[in-house]
């Protein structure tokens, strides 16, 4: 028996093991699809002072929107007439109102999103590096307790629309001040950890619509669906599954 072999065929089967579940695992991007919302799921309302954005690239004067604030059921199609899954989602853009029926989207990892040198200004302030940094914080801290949760949704959305804009969602009069607070506690709880990542990691995907080469299509917001990435351990056991089958094929 030929013990150092075993040994390096066990560790090169586990690195393999490993990368193939990287594979597996990895968003192929940008993909086209269509996106169309179904319903809110875990939501408050609120008025905030928000900023609609203009084909230009520049804000509105401020206004107050009396606005849904939390989790949305998303419908996602490779093509206009489906078939459609349905995805939790929370919205990235605080600035376009959502579009009624299919829109045209491009589904992408928010990790791996490179835009374009002339991108609209949406999906900037959505991949600008440090944005993305405090995303997967907020995600990894505070998104599991969104889930069936109304009240920690509309504070996650709330803290979400903060960091894409640059803490430009404002409190007005007759702001909800429950919702106001809790997505403000979030975002200096982050802060102070110098957004520090949770017990929770997932894989972001973001739907963001597609608005066309002069970037003129206004209506429709974008979108963050977040995926489990399993645990260490888990990759582990499918490692060593992986590895016993190596080793069982080199006994025959």
Known sequence: MNTSWNL??????AFWSAAVFSAVT???APIKVYV??????????????????????TTSPQQAWNVYVGSLAIGVAPTLGGPWTTQLAYCVDPWNWSGSGSLA???DSL??????????SDIQALTNPTHVTEIEALYSNYYQGTLGNTANSAAFQLALWEIVSDNQVDQVSGTNSTIWTGGQAILTALAESHYEMGSQHYDLTAFYV???PDGRQTVGQNYLVASPVPEPGSISLLGLALVG???????K
Do not use: C, F
Not at 8 to 13: D, E, H, P, R, V
Not at 111 to 120: L, R
Not at 245 to 251: I, S, V
């Open 8 to 13: 390096s065929k066990i560790g090169a089967l």
């Open 26 to 28: 990895a968003q192929a």
């Open 36 to 57: 169309q919302e179904e319903a809110v799921v875990n939501a408050g309302t609120s008025y905030v002072g928000l900023h609609l954005l203009q084909p230009d690239g």
């Open 105 to 107: 989207y491009w589904k």
């Open 111 to 120: 990790a791996t999103m490179s835009p374009s040198p002339n991108a609209t």
């Open 210 to 212: 597609d608005r066309g």
């Open 245 to 251: 089958l190596g080793l069982n094929r080199r006994k």
